[in-house]
């Protein structure tokens, strides 16, 4: 098995540096400098194209990641003091989206709480009375 070098931007760059040298000082193919000096031809093509830069390997976008207005909502939803501190949760907060018609997992939501800090994070109680009459209601479906 061949053992490659890996090299540096700054290394590549000035590899780049020295072939162009080299082919101006000695007026011979580039394929016989780049053969003289161990490069492929391949490789220093590639080098040429991206300048001797590393390309990331990090994706640009990210394909999954929630949208930035239910992304809003969500957190609107987990900031909003009148409710009590269950319904803050990212179950909740998803049964309520869903119920909304806004499809999202309670994965996505939780994502979301963590990405902003505040997916432990718990807001007041209200402190309500209620009467014998009344019962309290458990699960709202209202968007604010």
Same mark, same amino acid.
């Given at each position: @098995?061949?053992?490659?070098?890996?090299?540096?931007? /700054?290394?590549?760059?000035?590899?780049?540096?020295?072939?162009?040298?080299? /082919?101006?000082?000695?007026?011979? !193919? $580039?394929?016989?400098?780049?053969?003289? @000096?161990?490069? =492929?031809? +391949?490789?220093? /093509?590639?080098?040429? $194209?991206?300048?001797?830069?590393?390309?990331?390997?990090? =994706?640009?976008?990210? %394909?999954?990641?929630?949208?930035?207005?239910?992304?809003?909502?969500?957190? $609107? @939803?987990?900031?909003? #003091?009148?409710?009590?501190?269950?319904?803050? +949760?990212?179950?909740?907060?998803? !049964?309520?989206?869903?119920?909304?018609? #806004?499809? #999202?997992? $309670?994965? %996505?939501?939780?994502?979301?709480?963590?990405?902003?800090?505040?997916?432990?994070?718990? +807001?007041?109680?209200?402190?309500?009375?209620?009467?014998?009459?009344?019962? =309290?209601?458990?699960?709202?479906?209202?968007?604010?």
């Amino acid at each position: @098995m061949k053992h490659y070098n890996v090299l540096s931007d /700054y290394e590549k760059q000035k590899k780049l540096q020295e072939i162009d040298e080299e /082919y101006g000082r000695i007026k011979r !193919d $580039k394929y016989w400098v780049l053969k003289r @000096m161990g490069i =492929p031809r +391949s490789t220093y /093509y590639d080098w040429l $194209k991206t300048g001797g830069v590393t390309k990331s390997r990090f =994706p640009k976008t990210v %394909g999954n990641k929630t949208p930035k207005t239910i992304e809003n909502i969500i957190l $609107k @939803m987990r900031d909003d #003091i009148g409710i009590y501190r269950s319904e803050g +949760s990212f179950l909740d907060i998803t !049964d309520k989206l869903n119920c909304n018609e #806004i499809m #999202i997992t $309670k994965n %996505g939501v939780w994502s979301v709480l963590r990405r902003h800090s505040k997916n432990r994070q718990f +807001s007041e109680v209200k402190k309500n009375i209620y009467y014998l009459s009344e019962k =309290p209601t458990i699960f709202r479906c209202s968007l604010y």
